[in-house]
């Protein structure tokens, strides 16, 4: 409950803008991904988060894609899956559909877990279908998003 709370607190989740993210199946074309639902949450100032849930009772797998328009902080280094961070103003901000280089990178932080992922943008935007997952019955991610410059 208190991990709940700290991300209630979030400005994203409380002042941003919400949509929903596109999920699909994986290649087996299994229909487990109708069991998951994702969401992206995002402000002005580049604080970005995306919740994925497995809203049910068996195992589910698929892909999911993030809308281009959610905006991302830009950061040169990754950041801890901390709750604390916050955005300092000379980070700038940017629609995750408008990254120019190929070979920009996302860098996920799971709050619940404290693992950290990274993808390529284009992949996010839907190349080979979005990002996969594979999920126990129940599990829930919820990631602090920030695209990484090199």
């Not at 943008?121 to 279908?129: N, R, T």
């Given at each position: 409950a208190k991990l709940l709370g700290t991300v209630l607190k979030r400005p994203e989740v409380r002042d941003g803008t919400w949509t929903q993210c596109h999920t699909s199946p994986s290649m087996d074309q299994n229909p487990s991904w109708m069991n998951m639902v994702a969401h992206c949450c995002w402000d002005d100032r580049g604080?970005?988060?995306m919740v994925v849930v497995n809203f049910g009772g068996d195992h589910s797998n698929g892909h999911v894609v993030i809308p281009p328009q959610v905006k991302l902080g830009i950061r040169s280094y990754p950041i801890p899956p901390t709750m604390n961070y916050t955005i300092t103003e000379e980070e700038k901000v940017q629609e995750l559909g408008s990254v120019q280089n190929a070979a920009a990178e996302?860098?996920?932080?799971?709050?619940?877990?404290?693992?950290?992922?990274?993808?390529?943008?284009?992949?996010?935007?839907?190349?080979?279908?979005?990002?996969?997952?594979?999920?126990?019955?129940?599990?829930?991610?919820?990631?602090?998003?920030?695209?990484?410059?090199h």
């Open positions: 604080h970005a988060m996302v860098m996920l932080n799971d709050i619940w877990s404290h693992e950290s992922y990274t993808r390529e943008a284009k992949e996010l935007l839907g190349e080979h279908g979005g990002m996969w997952f594979d999920m126990k019955p129940w599990q829930t991610h919820v990631f602090d998003l920030s695209l990484l410059t």
